[in-house]
């Protein structure tokens, strides 16, 4: 681990990428601005938000325009692509990364490219950047334009959505199996943070994607160089998640439906039981409600058996509403 003092504001890591070499370069975190460059090279330079000073620092870079230091440095959490000036810069998601695990919490990077470099900025450490880095670590050579980079950090992106997609299938599946188990279970709490989660994803997803297609659509006097064929393979790349996306959606709406149709199932068969039960009872309360009146020469009254005949009425009425309601098909 590199343990030098950081001499750059905000620097998380850099790369120097030498196209003609094959090789890159991470620099050291007592690397200079003026490191960065260099002849036929371009540099990835991936900074923290955190850090007060980044603004003041973005304005000493070269090559970057007013709108581009914007989109690095804002707290929008929306996605946003925007090509101006052969520059691409705006905002994509992604999912957060503890430094323990992996969580399904969208964060944002931010992003501003051109020939020369690409700086990307955060809050959070985030997933699909940290798996960009160990394959630059891996596979130097892969990379000889910024826009491979940024590619790759699409693509890496999708395949979050795509292990995400897997997690909650799995979830889905654990849910299902309860739901549809004659044991009476609610599992609407288990399955609300499913569906928020698909729902966000979705939304976001749907946003990048047609994003890409806009700027895919850009004057070519206007866009970095190779962009329109990266655009068009993220593109083709994120629809096919967005489709398994909105098939989860859709299972977990069916699957909320099911359990809200079991609950009120169940409700009903309470109801019915206890409408079963007053139906029983009534005729009952009619009787010791009528032997309960104050009034005088009541039946039963004066004699030894009144009891008796009490309890037999009793036994009769609850007879008696079993078999108007069996006549009736109630029962």
Not at 95 to 113: K, S, V
Not at 196 to 207: A, K, M, Q, S
Not at 263 to 270: F, G, L
């Amino acid at each position: 681990m590199d343990t030098l003092p950081v001499n750059i504001p905000g620097f998380v890591w850099a790369y120097r990428f030498s196209p003609e070499e094959k090789t890159a370069v991470r620099l050291n975190n007592s690397a200079t601005v003026a490191e960065l460059t260099a002849d036929n090279c371009f540099y990835w330079l991936h900074l923290n938000l955190v850090d007060a000073r980044v603004p003041a620092l973005l304005d000493t870079l070269d090559g970057l325009t007013e709108d581009a230091k914007s989109a690095l440095t804002t707290r929008d959490t929306h996605a946003a692509i925007t090509v101006d000036e052969q520059m691409l810069y705006g905002t994509l998601v992604d999912c957060q990364r503890d430094f323990a695990q992996d969580t399904n919490n969208l964060g944002w990077l931010h992003f501003a490219m051109s020939d020369r470099f690409i700086i990307t900025t955060r809050l959070q450490p985030l997933r699909s950047v940290e798996r960009a880095r160990a394959l630059i670590e891996k596979n130097p050579g892969k990379f000889s334009r910024p826009v491979d980079l940024f590619e790759l950090l699409v693509i890496e992106f999708q395949r979050t959505l795509i292990a995400i997609v897997i997690e909650l299938t799995e979830e889905l599946n654990l849910i299902e199996d309860i739901v549809y188990d004659n044991a009476p279970r609610d599992e609407r709490r288990r399955l609300a943070p499913v569906r928020r989660t698909v729902v966000r994803l979705h939304r976001h997803l749907r946003t990048v994607l047609a994003l890409m297609r806009r700027a895919a659509a850009t004057d070519d006097d206007e866009m970095p160089f190779g962009f329109d064929d990266v655009a068009r393979r993220l593109t083709s790349r994120l629809e096919t998640v967005d489709h398994d996306i909105y098939a989860l959606q859709d299972r977990a709406r069916l699957l909320h439906e099911e359990i809200d149709s079991k609950q009120s199932s169940e409700t009903n068969r309470h109801l019915y039981l206890l409408s079963i039960m007053t139906a029983f009872l009534l005729p009952p309360t009619l009787v010791t409600g009528f032997f309960g009146m104050n009034t005088a020469n009541l039946p039963f009254a004066v004699g030894d058996y009144g009891t008796e005949y009490a309890v037999a009425l009793i036994i009769a009425s609850i007879a008696f509403a079993w078999w108007l309601l069996r006549r009736v098909d109630i029962l």
